[in-house]
């Protein structure tokens, strides 16, 4: 497909996370909306794999492979157009942010800021107002400073 996908019809979503639990949890929330998860990836080569059938991506920051979410990222949006929601509990590792990137969501996360950020993601209006510091839309990004030190 490539980077000219239509905003509005994004559904497919991929998830990069090399945590299992982490992952089924996000796939749960997502499958539960009506989202449809194509794949789930532990590392870049498994996403890059599954990359050319998603419109949406998920993508934590430390893979099985080490640091790699953030050029993954990258990747993903300049080779197949794919929009990405970062989720991490290290939102300073994004030092370069994907052209595509829609929105960081810190971990922990709750339902609410997944479905936020997938249906932001989907190009529809959501209001981000009660996601307050754990779902920042990249529009808004201004680095890991939008995050409180925990």
Known sequence: MG???DIM????ILIVEDE????MDIERILVDAGFRVIAIAADSDEAIAAA??????????NLRDGPTG???ARALGERYGVRV???????????????????????????AAILAAATLASGQDVDVTPHGEMMIPMSR????????AD
């Not at 019809?9 to 497919?12: G, H, R």
């Not at 050319?52 to 920051?61: R, T």
């Not at 201004?142 to 995050?147: E, I, L, M």
């Open 3 to 5: 980077p000219e996908r």
């Open 9 to 12: 019809t994004a559904k497919s």
């Open 20 to 23: 299992i639990f982490v992952a």
């Open 52 to 61: 050319e059938a998603a419109d949406i991506a998920f993508v934590d920051l």
């Open 70 to 72: 953030p050029t993954l």
């Open 85 to 111: 929601v970062y989720v991490t509990a290290n939102p300073a590792q994004i030092d370069v942010p994907a052209k595509t990137a829609i929105a960081c969501i810190r971990k922990p996360f709750d339902d």
């Open 141 to 148: 990004w201004n680095g890991a400073s939008h995050f409180s």
